[in-house]
């Protein structure tokens, strides 16, 4: 053996071989010096833990993660479940879909298509899970709890952002500029137009410079698990779950598309397709916060949000509640929603994933998510814990729950969301455009919905 | 024609055969992914157009009724198919008019040539997201450049994006503006273009424009055609710029066929009818070519065709 030659092949197997070695070596994380104390072992083996796919369709919940590990609770949540949260956020709809229909969902996930999921029966329901939990639904604002079941069963608890959803924002050094007094903020549709006429502003050439109200950006504009602004605001429901019928086509519902349709033509349609484009960016009260636009109807998220994106804004931001008809002055109308964790029925590990809902409701993991997104849950033990003062405007929407004496809920309608939010959106600019008349429009939308609702199969 | 195949394989040598399943072993990657992300598809939504199905329950069978549905009582489809033709008949046509001019003018001795092929090709290599934010910035009535410009002027802006009438003619000019590839297909085309022609064209006393209609048009023209048809299909799945830029508005102006597919399948969760729409494009998509090919000899001129005749 020591006699035999040693051949080129062997040579660069050889050399081959300890480069290889080198390699591998100089990828290896370094050794622990032998006189540093040894590291502290895990509490948990990794491998022992249970891994949870947590899918959000909102951005940066990745980043979030890394400060909720630092918690107490989440300590907690992983020494007492044995789990590892896999957290995926940005998932698009698309994204979601192709997994439900390829069979591989998350365990865990938030996306906006609430109803469509539960009515499609790709969810596992949780109230045996909900028993025996720490939960306790009479914690929750009881439209956000209700809307998390369908046809008795439970299948998601409120999480992340939910809390209520109506007030009119509006900035007040634009009120006090255009001659109007912000103290006193319109209170029905005639004065919020009256206000809406004062504050929209062009140039000598007929630009459009600033305006009031886009009574369809934003929350104005849903018709989705966040409800629908027009009926709420009018008084009528437009959905009767027990009968599967619509009433859409009615006299308050054709006045309230004829009503905001004439914001929009004093603005005009092309400049608010531009504003849109641009202003909007895709967020919700982008024309606000850049002072084009002086009054916005959203959720309580609006006071924190703008905060965050644009301080100067936030400072003379102040809310109020949403206009009603004259025939319904002093109605003050609240809508109870927002989003929820769903469990995915085909998913490796729906049911133990159920502790991400305790988790998302403990006072540590509230308030990370508050102080970094402005985002409130409907849990009613981090509500009370919240200083109403910290953004301008937020406060009304505390006051609201007391106050309001019509309290609103998502309609528990299976017809595909996005079709309503299309379609809706498509009949209100043929009405603002002048192709169709408020009544035409309401007879449109009530036509669609019945035969699309008989078309997905939820009505012979 | 199966049985021919195997009885053509056993009269073949064996060098053939091992040259042959060589041949299929090398392809088979090409091979494997036709089949599976092809093929497969396509008969599957053959299958799916024919049912009634969400994504999330099974398919339930309905026979061809999403295809009567569309057909017959579809509003919204009417008006997609509407878009749809305008611009198919509009967008292949301009578009390769302009990058057929864009050529001609880059193919004579120009200062800078390079830099202007550069350039116009330039819109071809950008992304078309980035194409987009561009154009809405250079167009928005509010705060485009253009409308900028005009309103410093005291003049009026023009709602190039955001007005139902206009938005159409607007996108015919970007998509103009995005010929980068056709423009250098035919710029290879014209530097093939015999210069004995042009010079034969000179003795006879041809001025440009002759020489332009009757040499360099005629020489192009299988060129044009191939540029035609890719326009044409290209313009029947027109997606991204209306989606990015419009989202088929304003007042469903931009709804164009493939939007309103896109819609059907992921939004509305009609996966059924977006199959059946699928089809009923592919069909008119072949019909439209063949008519295309089948009509061609009268407007294109093969070389080759007359050398041999």
């Known amino acids: 053996m020591l006699d035999r030659k040693l051949s080129r092949r062997d040579f660069l197997k050889g050399v081959s071989g300890v480069v290889a070695g080198g390699m591998l070596a100089a990828c290896a994380p370094p050794a622990t010096p032998v006189s540093q104390k040894p590291a502290e072992a895990p509490a948990k083996s990794e491998a022992k833990l249970t891994p949870i796919k947590f899918w959000t369709f909102w951005g940066g919940f990745e980043e979030m993660h890394e400060d909720w590990k630092k918690t107490d609770a989440y300590a907690k949540f992983i020494d007492g479940n044995h789990l590892k949260l896999e957290i995926t956020s940005d998932v698009s709809l698309e994204s979601f879909l192709s997994n439900i229909a390829a069979g591989t969902p998350p365990d865990v996930g938030v996306i906006w298509i609430y109803l469509d999921l539960m009515a499609k029966g790709v969810l596992t329901p949780i109230d045996d899970l909900v028993a025996a939990s720490s939960l306790k639904p009479e914690e929750f604002l009881e439209g956000n709890w209700k809307f998390c079941s369908y046809k008795g069963k439970q299948y998601g608890v409120p999480a992340l952002e939910a809390f209520v959803r109506r007030g009119l924002n509006y900035n007040a050094r634009m009120v006090e500029e255009a001659g109007l007094d912000p103290d006193n903020p319109p209170v029905t549709w005639d004065e919020a137009l009256a206000w809406h006429k004062a504050l929209t502003k062009f140039d000598s050439a007929g630009n459009l410079i600033q305006f009031g109200l886009d009574p369809y950006d934003a929350e104005g504009g849903v018709w989705s698990s966040d409800g629908f602004m027009i009926a709420e605001s009018w008084g009528f429901d437009w959905f009767d779950e027990n009968t599967g019928e619509f009433n859409i086509d009615n006299d308050k519902m054709a006045e309230g598309l004829e009503t905001l349709a004439e914001f929009i033509r004093i603005i005009g349609p092309d400049n608010l397709d531009a504003v849109r484009a641009v202003a909007g960016q895709g967020t919700w009260g982008g024309a606000f916060n850049a002072e084009v636009q002086a009054m916005i109807i959203e959720g309580y998220w609006h006071p924190g949000e703008t905060a965050h994106e644009k301080p100067e804004v936030s400072k003379v931001n102040r809310a109020t509640w949403v206009p009603v008809p004259e025939s319904r002055r002093g109605t003050k109308f609240q809508f109870a929603g927002g989003h929820m964790l769903l469990f995915f029925k085909d998913a490796e590990h729906p049911r133990e994933a159920f502790p991400v809902a305790e988790l998302v409701n403990t006072q540590e993991i509230c308030d990370i998510i508050f102080q970094r997104n402005g985002w409130l849950p409907a849990w009613k033990p981090f509500l009370e814990t919240v200083d109403p003062s910290i953004y301008p405007g937020l406060d009304f929407y505390f006051k609201s729950i007391k106050e309001t004496n019509e309290w609103w809920h998502a309609e528990p309608c299976e017809l595909s969301s996005d079709f309503r939010q299309t379609k809706f959106a498509e009949v209100r600019e043929a009405i603002y455009r002048g192709e169709m008349t408020g009544k035409e429009g309401a007879k449109k939308l009530q036509q669609l919905f019945e035969e699309e609702y008989k078309a997905a199969g939820y009505k012979s | ?309």
């Open chain 2, 1 to 309: 024609m199966t049985v021919s195949v195997f009885r053509g394989f056993r009269t073949l040598s064996y060098r053939e055969r091992r040259n042959l399943l060589l041949g299929v072993i090398f392809t088979s990657p090409w091979l494997i992914g036709f089949l599976l992300w092809t093929v497969y598809p396509l008969l599957a939504a053959i299958y799916y157009s024919l049912t009634r199905y969400d994504i999330m329950r099974p398919p339930i069978f309905i026979g061809l009724k999403n295809y009567k549905d569309l057909i017959t009582s579809d509003e919204t489809f009417r008006i997609v198919m509407h878009n749809t033709l305008y611009w198919v008949a509009l967008s292949a046509p301009s578009g390769v008019i302009s990058a057929f001019l864009m050529a001609t003018l880059l193919n004579t001795r120009i200062l800078g040539r390079s830099l202007f092929r550069a350039i116009f090709f330039f819109p071809a290599i950008v992304p078309v997201f980035v194409t987009a934010m561009v154009w809405r910035y250079l167009l928005n009535i509010q705060y485009g450049a253009i409308n900028a410009v005009l309103q410093e002027l005291g003049l009026s802006t023009i709602p190039f994006l955001s007005n139902p009438q206009l938005v159409k003619p607007t996108l015919l000019v970007i998509n103009m503006w995005a010929q980068g590839n056709a423009m250098v297909i035919f710029l290879a085309t014209l530097q093939d273009v015999p210069r004995s022609l042009y010079e034969a064209a000179t003795v006879d006393g041809a001025n440009a424009w002759h020489k332009f209609w009757h040499i360099t048009i005629p020489m192009c023209s299988p060129v044009i055609l191939f540029n035609l048809i890719m326009g044409f299909i290209g313009s029947f799945q027109y997606f991204t710029l209306p989606w990015l830029l419009t989202q088929g508005g304003p007042n469903r102006a931009t709804e164009f066929y493939a939007l309103y597919l896109y819609r059907n399948a992921f939004q509305w969760l009609r996966m059924g009818k977006a199959a059946a729409l699928a089809w009923i494009l592919f069909i008119i998509t072949v019909v439209f070519t063949v008519i295309l090919f089948r009509t061609s000899a009268r407007f294109v001129y093969y070389a080759s065709e007359e050398e041999r005749g």
